[in-house]
């Protein structure tokens, strides 16, 4: 595990929008940020500094952002290792930094993962509600068919953590599902286990990050199982952008509290009157760049720093 200093220190000065090594291996997929390899018996995750707003991939990036994502997964996939397996390989440095070779950036920001069937459900768990949670409660009182209880404000902790299943889109947004309709896509045994786990895993998750004087409201899990149906904990976990992690400080119920995620970049595209939010992305200011990266380093700090 790498220490807050330590990884801004291996911080880059520009962007990374791609690998930089030309490797063996074919790439099977590229996503917003992260681009996929095929390694025959594995594959390899790589985490550039690219970001996205409104569904669109903006010029530039986040320098390190890709490294401080995949070193904050890795971070809670160790700390979480007793609740579920996940799907980073052991032998994992030696494939990174001896049969592929990468430099120190690529492996910081490079997992050597197990090849698995990911589910086709994504697992949220809300402690807080916010966002399309609240949303939701403010039509009928409830988030994915949950009935919960009346006279809930903005950013209210719920009487406990609730379960809210949704679809796995491959392309513009996931939706919501109740439990019932994500038990038909899985099957009743393999919902029942995931969300079991994933409700282990944000509470394990929301006590540490407390001690750090961090409120996790709400995160996303995904889960993948082997050909013997195994299941595992897969993709990120805990990080900035699968979840919604708030200063405990600033926490006042009835308004919502400043995320550590993108939010400065989503309200400084919210102020172009000349972006209609579709591709072409604008470039991001260089102030607004440093305060997003300062705000990714600075929830890994507080996180990582609880066990040091």
């Not at 991939?57 to 490294?67: A, D, K």
């Not at 607004?288 to 996180?303: D, F, G, H, N, W």
Request: aromatic share 8%; glycine share 6%.
């Amino acid at each position: 595990m790498i220490s807050g200093e330590d990884l801004k220190a291996a911080l880059p000065t520009t962007p990374v929008r791609d690998l930089i090594e030309e490797i063996e291996a074919q790439k099977i997929a590229s996503g917003k940020v992260r681009e996929i390899y095929d390694l025959d018996d594995s594959v390899l995750l790589v985490a550039t500094d690219r970001i996205s707003a409104f569904d669109v991939v903006l010029p530039g990036g986040i320098p390190g952002r890709g490294l401080i994502l995949t070193q904050l997964s890795h971070f809670w996939f160790e700390q979480t290792k007793h609740i579920a397996p996940n799907h980073i390989l052991p032998n994992e440095q030696e494939i990174l930094a001896g049969r592929l070779q990468l430099s120190r950036d690529s492996q910081l920001r490079s997992m050597a993962v197990r090849k698995l069937q990911p589910l086709e459900i994504e697992c949220v768990v809300r402690g807080y509600i916010a966002g399309s949670g609240w949303e939701s409660y403010q039509k009928d009182r409830t988030v994915c068919g949950i009935e919960l209880p009346a006279g809930l404000q903005l950013a209210s902790q719920l009487p406990e953590p609730i379960f809210t299943p949704t679809t796995k889109a491959s392309e513009g947004h996931d939706m919501p599902v109740s439990p019932s309709e994500a038990a038909a896509i899985v099957g009743q045994d393999v919902f029942d286990q995931v969300k079991a786990i994933s409700l282990e895993l944000y509470n394990f998750g929301s006590q540490l990050a407390a001690k750090a004087g961090i409120i996790l409201a709400d995160t996303k899990f995904e889960f993948g199982t082997d050909e013997s149906g195994k299941i595992y904990l897969i993709d990120e976990v805990l990080t900035p952008d699968s979840s919604r992690y708030w200063d405990a400080a600033e926490y006042r119920v009835g308004s919502s509290p400043a995320s550590y995620d993108k939010q400065i970049i989503r309200d400084y595209l919210e102020t172009l009157k000349d972006w209609n939010k579709t591709a072409p992305g604008p470039e991001l200011p260089a102030e607004i760049v440093t305060k997003a990266q300062s705000r990714y380093l600075e929830v890994y700090s507080k996180l990582v720093g609880v066990t040091q």
